[in-house]
């Protein structure tokens, strides 16, 4: 069973905000028959366009594959955050992999922020980027945790873009009951992710990059004489392979489905709050809280409260979006109780058991990056532009984060959903007990 036609019409976006926000591309051609290619690049999102942009740039021909349209995944549903470092803090990573490769990974996840930010530039896509992430905490005792965090960075890593917030100073930024202090990173950023993904299809097909949508790959080979990705209706001989499906790999890689998993994830839009959008964010910034069931959201450039919370493990979405994420929503603003909402949604992401991203050579010609764990506006289209220089000699960023660890997880891919639920639950108990 497959996650790309089971909560979503094929060839369709779905019925977001975003969507409603975005100017769609000309429906690119389905592929039939055979043809051959330098790099064929499985998946049209962030972490497909960027590798697809990147290889074209250098003269590379590729060929993007897409069961759906660009964007359509997690690529363009998501909370649009931008963050600093790697989706796990760094004194984790010196615990897991030592100083030296922490460091890199924190060099590497800051180059992950500046190239989402060049691309932006370069490319001149309008998708309202700002700059300015909060982290806040649900108890006392993580605000000190954070703020400490803050020092170390400061300490260790000369990042100095971080302001402590207090209760009074949090309360001035988020005026919610629920939450008593955090962090705002002034280099860290929001942004309109589905304009975002399609500034990036734009940028690849203006670069030579042949795309091909609502083209469904059944599976690849690779032998000596190349890389043969089939589909439903052709195939594509390539030198190269890149697998960027996330979430959404289904049963295409056995080995990448046992060590990352899709879970869903909901977002709604108000109705534009007007004056009322001070008592939600006095600041154009986004907010994460310290939930392990994180509620995230931000205000839209016109007025409406983008509030993301809630999951599910199966493979269907709820039957009432609107309700399942506005239980949270009324928990961390009071007030909006009586709110319309306009739009509701989900979509499917990939997480790793260390919630760190999987890179990988799954064979001597075929390389994989998945498993961003909520963290793959900057980190997706980095492994991009990683793979793409590993395809062109060097592999020195890629070979760095496929260093990480990538624990496979418990009971294979049949178990794994209920462990997963059963672990759920109780850590969102604990959210609602606040302990």
Not at 51 to 70: E, M, N, P, Y
Not at 316 to 334: C, G, L, N
Not at 377 to 398: E, K, P, R, W, Y
């Amino acid at each position: 069973m497959t996650l790309l036609f089971q909560n979503d019409l094929r060839g369709a976006y779905p019925n977001s905000w975003y969507a409603a926000t975005a100017q769609e591309l000309p429906v690119q051609p389905t592929l039939r028959g055979q043809i051959k290619t330098d790099v064929a690049i499985v998946g049209a999102g962030y972490t497909g366009l960027s590798a697809a942009l990147h290889l074209a740039k250098t003269g590379r021909s590729v060929v993007l594959l897409d069961a759906q349209r660009i964007g359509f995944g997690a690529s363009g549903r998501n909370g649009g955050q931008l963050g600093s470092g790697q989706r796990q803090d760094q004194e984790y990573l010196i615990k897991l992999v030592g100083q030296d490769t922490a460091s890199h990974l924190w060099d590497l996840a800051e180059d992950a922020k500046s190239l989402v930010k060049s691309l932006i530039r370069d490319h001149k896509i309008d998708c309202y980027y700002q700059d300015g992430v909060a982290d806040v905490t649900v108890r006392a005792r993580e605000t000190r945790e954070y703020h400490a965090y803050a020092d170390f960075l400061a300490e260790h890593y000369g990042y100095d873009k971080i302001q402590k917030l207090d209760p009074d100073a949090l309360q001035e930024i988020c005026p919610s009951p629920a939450y008593h202090g955090g962090i705002l990173d002034h280099s860290a950023g929001h942004l309109h992710p589905l304009r975002y993904a399609l500034g990036l299809g734009q940028a690849c097909l203006d670069a030579g990059v042949s795309v091909y949508e609502n083209t469904l790959v059944t599976g690849y080979q690779d032998d000596a004489n190349g890389v043969t990705v089939t589909t439903e209706h052709g195939s594509v001989k390539a030198d190269q392979t890149i697998l960027a499906c996330n979430g959404y790999m289904g049963e295409l890689s056995p080995k990448v489905a046992g060590r990352v998993m899709p879970i869903n994830n909901f977002i709604v839009a108000t109705e534009p709050l007007g004056d009322d959008a001070k008592r939600v964010l006095t600041k154009d910034i986004a907010i994460a809280d310290s939930n392990f069931v994180i509620n995230y959201y931000r205000l839209s450039h016109d007025g409406r409260l983008l509030f993301g919370g809630g999951e599910n493990y199966g493979y269907k979405f709820p039957r009432d979006i609107a309700k399942t994420v506005r239980k949270p929503m009324e928990k961390i603003y009071p007030h909006l109780k009586d709110i319309r909402i306009d739009y509701a949604w989900g979509g499917t992401l990939g997480i790793t058991m260390r919630r760190m991203p999987y890179l990988t050579k799954l064979a001597p010609r075929v390389l994989n990056a998945s498993g961003y764990s909520g963290h793959g506006v900057g980190t997706a289209t980095h492994a991009g532009q990683l793979m793409a220089q590993a395809i062109n000699g060097d592999a020195s960023g890629f070979d760095v984060m496929s260093r990480v660890p990538a624990t496979p997880f418990p009971g294979g891919t049949r178990a794994r959903t209920p462990l997963l639920v059963l672990a759920m639950t109780w850590f969102a108990l604990r959210d609602r007990l606040g302990v």
